[in-house]
């Protein structure tokens, strides 16, 4: 265990913040000149340009010049009309009858055509899951190892990028903070080797955009869950995207909005612990499900509501204050109903779209750090709560 002092955001937040400028720089720099070797010479006594004589009449000198405005113009115009559109604002989790079961080409077009329809421009597909072993799982119940499945990962990425190139396509990896005894790993330094290490194939091998690390459970002020981010970070380098699963804050105190039976200590982040996991990363999926109202104990949707606005809120402030560029993503729950977590009387689409929608409001000039919503999960989404989703949020 790390038994060096916690961090304080501001160190971090200025290499954050450097990280950010560096990438902006990046993308806008101009291609550099050509260097002098690279350069066409015209040799000594060799082909020689003849001498352009221009017209002494300035009405053709005028008549020259009016051209070349229209030309520069013309090229202008045709290269706004090529810039990247912006990206989609909203997110998906994606499972592993696309990344595993080979779909057809027909199949991934009609995902792509889905996901431009809805506004989806972040996808979040399934890779593997860290067996106690520190070996990679090709399945979330363990029943094999990834290298079975790998080609099928490599296959999907490159039909999805076909299909969707101007997507955000993130390599899901699947962490639990403690080993199937109950022993917590996340400060070992071969764990963190390990999700370093798989992160880096991710990106590099299999060519995902960048790595979506969904670590469970992570309790407040975990400095073993902060150790594996700053191990990926430092191996990836500043220019990887790194998005990050959270957790909601299921319990917190002393607030105005309903809260589940059952009050688990370290379920709420507090602001700091919020800001050290931003500094580490791009992007944050708030997982604002499976908050334990139910029906059964006497809640409603708009008791969800309530609790829904306050995650939005809350992570909004925290966030925000760092001005580090990293985005939140709110998660809206599709599943069916998993007792005593998740109740879909109470938690819906339109509950959760109504409780973000009030957050946002309350957040203020904060709600400018979430980017969109990211619905968990793409294989427990039907139709009619497709449709739902369109009406309610991307066409309201």
Request: charged share 25%; hydrophobic share 40%; aromatic share 10%.
């Amino acid at each position: 265990m790390d038994n060096t002092p916690p961090e304080s955001p501001e160190p971090r937040r200025s290499r954050a913040r450097e990280r950010q400028e560096r990438r902006k720089q990046r993308q806008q720099a101009p291609a550099p000149a050509p260097s002098r070797s690279h350069r066409q010479i015209a040799p000594a006594g060799g082909f020689k340009m003849p001498e352009i004589h221009l017209p002494t009449d300035r009405r053709i000198l005028y008549g020259i010049g009016g051209l070349l405005v229209i030309l520069v113009v013309i090229l202008a115009l045709g290269r706004f009309k090529n810039d990247d559109s912006p990206l989609p604002p909203n997110a998906l989790w994606l499972g592993t009858e696309w990344t595993y079961e080979e779909p057809d080409e027909a199949g991934v077009q009609a995902l792509a055509a889905r996901l431009r329809e809805n506004q989806i421009g972040t996808v979040y597909a399934w890779v593997s899951w860290l067996k106690d072993d520190e070996t990679w799982a090709g399945r979330r119940d363990l029943t094999n190892n990834f290298s079975e499945v790998e080609t099928q990962v490599k296959t999907f990425v490159q039909q999805f990028k076909a299909a969707y190139p101007e997507a955000q396509l993130f390599g899901w990896l699947g962490v639990a903070s403690n080993k199937s005894d109950g022993t917590e790993r996340l400060s070992e330094s071969t764990v963190q080797q390990a999700v370093s290490d798989m992160s880096q194939r991710v990106i590099d091998e299999f060519g995902f955009d960048g790595v979506f690390l969904n670590v469970e459970p992570v309790w407040n002020g975990d400095e073993g869950f902060l150790d594996v981010l700053r191990k990926a970070r430092a191996d990836l380098g500043d220019a990887a995207l790194i998005a990050v699963a959270v957790p909601p804050d299921w319990s917190p105190l002393g607030v105005d909005i309903p809260v589940p039976p059952l009050i688990v200590p370290g379920t709420v982040w507090d602001e700091e612990y919020k800001q050290r996991v931003a500094l580490l990363t791009d992007q944050m999926a708030v997982m604002a499900y499976n908050s334990g109202l139910t029906s059964t104990a006497s809640f409603t949707a708009a008791d969800y509501e309530l609790w829904m606005a306050y995650q939005v809120k809350t992570f909004a402030e925290a966030v925000n204050l760092l001005d580090t560029g990293t985005t939140i993503f709110i998660g809206i729950p599709t599943y069916p109903a998993e007792l005593p977590g998740h109740d879909p009387v109470v938690e819906n689409i339109g509950s959760a779209i109504r409780g973000i929608r009030t957050g946002l409001q309350e957040a203020g000039d904060a709600a400018a750090a979430v980017r969109g919503v990211a619905i968990y999960a793409d294989w427990t989404t039907d139709d009619t709560e497709w449709a739902q989703f369109k009406t309610l949020w991307v066409t309201p």
